[in-house]
T-cell receptor
Framework: QQQVKQSPQSLIVQKGGISIINCAYE??????FPWYQQFPGKGPALLIA?????SEKKEGRFTISFNKSAKQFSLHIMDSQPGDSATYFC??????????FGSGTRLLVRP | DGGITQSPKYLFRKEGQNVTLSCEQN?????MYWYRQDPGQGLRLIYY???????QKGDIAEGYSVSREKKESFPLTVTSAQKNPTAFYLC?????????????FGAGSRLTVL
Protein backbone atom coordinates (compact mmCIF):
# COMPACT_ATOMS: atom_id res chain seq x y z
CA GLN A 1 0.00 0.00 0.00
CA GLN A 2 3.03 2.24 0.40
CA GLN A 3 4.17 1.82 -3.20
CA VAL A 4 4.08 4.36 -5.98
CA LYS A 5 4.12 2.70 -9.40
CA GLN A 6 5.65 4.69 -12.23
CA SER A 7 5.61 4.09 -15.97
CA PRO A 8 7.15 3.95 -18.47
CA GLN A 9 10.66 3.05 -17.38
CA SER A 10 12.08 4.90 -20.37
CA LEU A 11 10.69 7.27 -22.97
CA ILE A 12 12.00 8.70 -26.23
CA VAL A 13 10.29 11.78 -27.65
CA GLN A 14 11.09 14.01 -30.61
CA LYS A 15 11.81 17.66 -29.98
CA GLY A 16 8.56 19.59 -29.79
CA GLY A 17 6.52 16.55 -28.80
CA ILE A 18 4.65 15.82 -25.60
CA SER A 19 6.21 13.64 -22.91
CA ILE A 20 3.81 11.85 -20.58
CA ILE A 21 4.81 9.95 -17.43
CA ASN A 22 2.26 8.20 -15.26
CA CYS A 23 2.12 7.23 -11.60
CA ALA A 24 -0.37 5.32 -9.50
CA TYR A 25 -0.71 4.88 -5.75
CA GLU A 26 -2.83 2.90 -3.30
CA UNK A 27 -2.57 4.77 0.00
CA UNK A 28 -5.52 7.17 0.22
CA UNK A 29 -3.77 9.03 3.05
CA UNK A 30 -1.27 10.47 0.58
CA UNK A 31 -1.85 14.20 0.27
CA UNK A 32 1.23 15.57 -1.47
CA PHE A 33 2.50 14.53 -4.91
CA PRO A 34 5.77 16.04 -6.13
CA TRP A 35 7.79 15.37 -9.26
CA TYR A 36 11.58 15.48 -9.16
CA GLN A 37 13.95 15.92 -12.10
CA GLN A 38 17.44 14.42 -12.03
CA PHE A 39 20.27 15.04 -14.51
CA PRO A 40 23.10 12.50 -14.79
CA GLY A 41 25.52 12.65 -11.89
CA LYS A 42 23.36 15.11 -9.96
CA GLY A 43 20.84 14.92 -7.16
CA PRO A 44 17.12 15.21 -7.89
CA ALA A 45 15.52 18.63 -7.76
CA LEU A 46 11.88 19.47 -7.16
CA LEU A 47 10.14 20.24 -10.46
CA ILE A 48 6.47 20.68 -9.61
CA ALA A 49 4.06 19.41 -6.96
CA UNK A 50 0.32 19.07 -6.44
CA UNK A 51 -2.12 18.45 -3.61
CA UNK A 52 -5.34 16.46 -4.14
CA UNK A 53 -7.65 19.45 -3.83
CA UNK A 54 -6.89 20.41 -7.45
CA SER A 55 -7.01 18.31 -10.61
CA GLU A 56 -4.30 20.10 -12.54
CA LYS A 57 -1.31 22.34 -11.94
CA LYS A 58 0.73 24.00 -14.65
CA GLU A 59 4.14 25.63 -14.46
CA GLY A 60 5.44 26.69 -17.83
CA ARG A 61 5.70 23.64 -20.08
CA PHE A 62 5.18 21.24 -17.17
CA THR A 63 1.71 20.13 -16.07
CA ILE A 64 0.60 17.69 -13.38
CA SER A 65 -2.79 16.05 -13.91
CA PHE A 66 -4.34 14.44 -10.84
CA ASN A 67 -7.19 11.92 -10.74
CA LYS A 68 -8.14 11.33 -7.13
CA SER A 69 -10.79 8.68 -7.80
CA ALA A 70 -8.42 6.61 -9.93
CA LYS A 71 -5.49 7.29 -7.57
CA GLN A 72 -3.34 8.31 -10.49
CA PHE A 73 -1.30 11.35 -11.41
CA SER A 74 0.80 12.21 -14.41
CA LEU A 75 3.42 14.64 -15.64
CA HIS A 76 3.03 16.20 -19.07
CA ILE A 77 5.94 18.03 -20.68
CA MET A 78 4.73 20.13 -23.58
CA ASP A 79 7.04 21.15 -26.45
CA SER A 80 9.71 18.80 -25.11
CA GLN A 81 13.30 20.01 -25.55
CA PRO A 82 16.64 18.15 -25.58
CA GLY A 83 17.45 19.95 -22.33
CA ASP A 84 14.53 18.13 -20.71
CA SER A 85 16.40 14.83 -21.12
CA ALA A 86 16.71 13.55 -17.57
CA THR A 87 15.28 11.02 -15.16
CA TYR A 88 11.94 11.94 -13.63
CA PHE A 89 10.64 10.61 -10.34
CA CYS A 90 7.14 10.90 -9.01
CA UNK A 91 6.62 10.70 -5.27
CA UNK A 92 3.89 10.77 -2.68
CA UNK A 93 3.61 11.44 1.04
CA UNK A 94 1.07 11.70 3.79
CA UNK A 95 1.35 13.87 6.89
CA UNK A 96 4.39 11.95 8.10
CA UNK A 97 8.07 12.54 7.43
CA UNK A 98 8.43 10.26 4.48
CA UNK A 99 8.38 10.59 0.69
CA UNK A 100 7.71 7.39 -1.27
CA PHE A 101 9.38 7.55 -4.68
CA GLY A 102 8.44 5.86 -7.93
CA SER A 103 11.05 3.86 -9.82
CA GLY A 104 11.88 6.67 -12.23
CA THR A 105 11.48 7.35 -15.95
CA ARG A 106 14.45 8.04 -18.15
CA LEU A 107 13.42 10.61 -20.76
CA LEU A 108 15.40 11.23 -23.94
CA VAL A 109 14.31 14.07 -26.21
CA ARG A 110 15.81 13.73 -29.68
CA PRO A 111 16.75 16.92 -31.57
CA ASP B 1 24.92 29.88 -1.80
CA GLY B 2 23.08 27.54 0.55
CA GLY B 3 23.03 23.89 -0.23
CA ILE B 4 24.10 20.36 0.57
CA THR B 5 27.66 19.19 0.04
CA GLN B 6 28.36 15.49 -0.30
CA SER B 7 31.84 14.03 -0.38
CA PRO B 8 33.54 12.21 -1.85
CA LYS B 9 31.80 12.23 -5.24
CA TYR B 10 33.34 8.87 -6.15
CA LEU B 11 34.59 6.22 -3.76
CA PHE B 12 36.03 2.77 -4.29
CA ARG B 13 36.10 0.23 -1.52
CA LYS B 14 37.40 -3.25 -1.09
CA GLU B 15 35.09 -5.87 0.31
CA GLY B 16 35.15 -5.98 4.10
CA GLN B 17 35.96 -2.30 4.55
CA ASN B 18 33.77 0.29 6.19
CA VAL B 19 33.45 3.65 4.45
CA THR B 20 31.93 6.93 5.58
CA LEU B 21 30.12 9.33 3.26
CA SER B 22 29.98 12.95 4.32
CA CYS B 23 26.91 15.19 4.12
CA GLU B 24 27.02 18.84 5.19
CA GLN B 25 24.23 21.41 4.80
CA ASN B 26 24.23 25.16 5.38
CA UNK B 27 20.50 25.60 4.89
CA UNK B 28 19.73 25.52 8.62
CA UNK B 29 17.36 22.62 7.92
CA UNK B 30 16.24 20.50 10.85
CA UNK B 31 15.65 17.21 9.05
CA MET B 32 18.21 15.24 7.07
CA TYR B 33 17.91 12.04 5.06
CA TRP B 34 20.00 9.41 3.32
CA TYR B 35 18.69 7.66 0.21
CA ARG B 36 20.14 4.92 -1.92
CA GLN B 37 19.56 4.96 -5.67
CA ASP B 38 19.85 1.86 -7.84
CA PRO B 39 18.91 1.65 -11.53
CA GLY B 40 15.19 1.00 -11.99
CA GLN B 41 14.45 1.10 -8.25
CA GLY B 42 13.92 4.74 -7.50
CA LEU B 43 15.12 6.19 -4.22
CA ARG B 44 14.99 4.11 -1.06
CA LEU B 45 15.28 5.64 2.40
CA ILE B 46 18.18 4.40 4.53
CA TYR B 47 18.08 6.66 7.61
CA TYR B 48 16.63 9.98 8.58
CA UNK B 49 17.09 12.47 11.40
CA UNK B 50 14.59 15.08 12.50
CA UNK B 51 16.70 16.73 15.21
CA UNK B 52 20.25 16.65 16.50
CA UNK B 53 21.25 13.51 18.42
CA UNK B 54 18.24 11.60 17.11
CA UNK B 55 17.81 9.43 14.02
CA GLN B 56 15.50 6.71 12.77
CA LYS B 57 15.83 3.72 10.47
CA GLY B 58 14.31 3.93 7.05
CA ASP B 59 13.29 1.07 4.78
CA ILE B 60 16.76 -0.37 4.10
CA ALA B 61 18.88 0.46 7.17
CA GLU B 62 20.63 -2.91 7.51
CA GLY B 63 24.38 -2.60 7.02
CA TYR B 64 24.39 1.18 7.48
CA SER B 65 24.93 3.52 10.42
CA VAL B 66 24.59 7.27 10.92
CA SER B 67 25.21 9.97 13.48
CA ARG B 68 23.79 13.46 13.99
CA GLU B 69 26.03 15.30 16.40
CA LYS B 70 25.60 18.65 14.69
CA LYS B 71 22.62 20.16 12.93
CA GLU B 72 24.55 20.69 9.70
CA SER B 73 26.17 17.25 9.47
CA PHE B 74 24.74 13.75 8.87
CA PRO B 75 27.46 11.26 7.87
CA LEU B 76 26.58 7.78 6.63
CA THR B 77 28.81 4.77 7.28
CA VAL B 78 28.47 1.82 4.93
CA THR B 79 29.64 -1.16 6.92
CA SER B 80 31.01 -4.49 5.78
CA ALA B 81 27.65 -5.98 6.78
CA GLN B 82 25.99 -4.31 3.79
CA LYS B 83 25.82 -7.14 1.25
CA ASN B 84 25.47 -5.08 -1.91
CA PRO B 85 26.84 -1.60 -1.22
CA THR B 86 27.62 -0.51 -4.78
CA ALA B 87 25.15 2.30 -5.42
CA PHE B 88 24.59 6.04 -5.74
CA TYR B 89 23.97 7.61 -2.33
CA LEU B 90 21.98 10.81 -1.93
CA CYS B 91 21.74 13.05 1.10
CA UNK B 92 18.77 15.37 1.46
CA UNK B 93 17.39 17.88 3.92
CA UNK B 94 14.10 19.53 4.77
CA UNK B 95 13.52 22.71 6.71
CA UNK B 96 10.68 21.52 8.90
CA UNK B 97 10.48 17.82 9.79
CA UNK B 98 6.69 17.95 9.96
CA UNK B 99 6.08 20.37 7.15
CA UNK B 100 5.57 19.91 3.43
CA UNK B 101 7.98 17.35 2.09
CA UNK B 102 10.10 19.56 -0.14
CA UNK B 103 13.46 17.86 -0.08
CA UNK B 104 16.72 19.50 -1.13
CA PHE B 105 19.24 16.96 -2.40
CA GLY B 106 23.00 16.95 -2.59
CA ALA B 107 24.84 15.92 -5.76
CA GLY B 108 25.40 12.39 -4.51
CA SER B 109 28.26 10.00 -3.82
CA ARG B 110 28.89 6.99 -6.01
CA LEU B 111 30.30 4.02 -4.11
CA THR B 112 31.81 1.09 -5.95
CA VAL B 113 32.92 -2.06 -4.17
CA LEU B 114 35.79 -3.82 -5.93
Amino acid sequence: QQQVKQSPQSLIVQKGGISIINCAYENTAFDYFPWYQQFPGKGPALLIAIRPDVSEKKEGRFTISFNKSAKQFSLHIMDSQPGDSATYFCAASDSSYKLIFGSGTRLLVRP
Amino acid sequence: DGGITQSPKYLFRKEGQNVTLSCEQNLNHDAMYWYRQDPGQGLRLIYYSQIVNDFQKGDIAEGYSVSREKKESFPLTVTSAQKNPTAFYLCASKRDPSGANVLTFGAGSRLTVL
